[in-house]
């Protein structure tokens, strides 16, 4: 830990379940675990060694406005439990602003893609096939283009180090049952579809994102997670969107632009990132955040 950048945290009266990509997961007690949001980097599924200063905050946030948002469409698994009862206060001080305690749960093995425009593995697919995630798509389609509907593209879910991998929803019902594979994507889609509709109002255009679920004693589906980030969906000006062209981002995309320059095969370890990039994607984290939140 340092003053201006968390990389990772120790927190020494709790156990630690798992440091993630970005995450740091403690145990609180049987049913509840603390998640520590680190300014940890992570970009083609791989841990850089320069944090993002005050990313885990900006994440923290985001993701909180989105969870309340959008809490009357599927329940999700933040808790209403006080974090200056379960840790030491300068902990609290440190942690208070990345920190949630939320509920223990079941996970369910499938990254839950929406996409609202053909872009990024997505529009590499589309080029090799015509198809996402067995899905067909319009012939002569261009990068960026705006879908007719958004399509639900799931993959499955990676180990640190691992890359997630493209999967059509057959695989997904032959992992997790089609009941709750059918409820994912529909829940999926109407969160995507309330997040993209209140973002566009304020010239934000929400390409694509990512959730994730678990399921409770009674399993009932739960929204886990982070959700509608800049880490974990693509944010972009409606002002400088155009077809044909990857457009600017509000998200870490700007990195994955930067790293694509490099002489790099996405397998660590990672190459240093200037301290330049690391300023401008630390601004881009903190721009969305104030157009969204206000």
């Known amino acids: 830990m340092t003053s201006n950048a968390i990389f990772e945290t120790h927190i020494d009266n709790l156990e630690l379940l798992a440091r993630g990509k970005v995450r740091d997961i403690y145990a609180i007690d049987?049913?509840?675990?603390?998640?520590?949001?680190?300014?940890?980097l992570s970009a083609f599924d791989v841990v850089f060694a320069e944090p993002i200063p005050h990313k885990g905050?900006?994440?923290?946030?985001?993701?909180?406005?989105?969870?309340?948002?959008?809490?009357?469409?599927?329940?999700?698994?933040?808790?209403?439990?006080?974090?200056?009862?379960?840790?030491?206060?300068d902990d609290y001080q440190l942690l208070k602003n990345r920190s949630i305690i939320v509920k223990r749960l079941k996970t369910l093995p499938v990254e839950a893609i929406v996409r609202g425009y053909v872009i990024g593995s997505g529009w590499k697919d589309y080029q090799a096939s015509g198809e996402?995630?067995?899905?067909?798509?319009?012939?002569?389609?261009?990068?960026?283009?705006?879908?007719?509907?958004?399509?639900f593209t799931p993959s499955t879910k990676a180990e640190v180090g691992d890359h997630d991998i493209n999967v059509n929803f057959d695989d997904v019902i032959a992992r997790i049952g089609n009941d709750k594979a059918n409820q994912i994507r529909d829940k999926s889609i109407q969160l995507y579809q309330l997040a993209a509709d209140y973002a566009r109002e304020r010239g934000i255009i929400i390409a694509d994102t990512k959730f994730?679920?678990?399921?409770?004693?009674?399993?009932?589906?739960?929204?886990?997670d982070e959700i509608l980030t800049p880490d974990s969906s693509r944010y972009w000006p409606a002002?400088?969107?155009?077809?044909?062209?990857?457009?600017?981002?509000?998200?870490?995309?700007?990195?994955?632009?930067?790293?694509?320059?490099?002489?790099?095969?996405?397998?660590?370890?990672?190459?240093?990132?200037?301290?330049?990039?690391?300023?401008?994607?630390?601004?881009?984290?903190?721009?969305?955040?104030?157009?969204?939140?206000?």
């Open 30 to 40: 049987d049913t509840h675990m603390l998640i520590v949001t680190t300014d940890r």
């Open 132 to 151: 996402i995630c067995g899905i067909k798509l319009p012939q002569g389609l261009q990068q960026a283009a705006r879908l007719p509907e958004p399509i």
């Open 212 to 224: 994730e679920f678990g399921v409770d004693a009674n399993d009932e589906l739960v929204l886990i």
């Open 239 to 294: 002002d400088e969107y155009r077809v044909g062209i990857s457009p600017p981002s509000f998200d870490k995309q700007f990195v994955r632009d930067y790293l694509e320059t490099l002489d790099w095969d996405k397998t660590p370890p990672a190459p240093p990132i200037p301290a330049d990039i690391i300023a401008r994607t630390q601004q881009k984290y903190q721009q969305v955040r104030d157009i969204l939140l206000g």
């Open 57 to 89: 905050e900006l994440l923290t946030e985001i993701s909180n406005f989105w969870f309340a948002k959008t809490s009357h469409l599927v329940t999700n698994h933040l808790t209403d439990l006080d974090l200056s009862d379960y840790i030491s206060t």
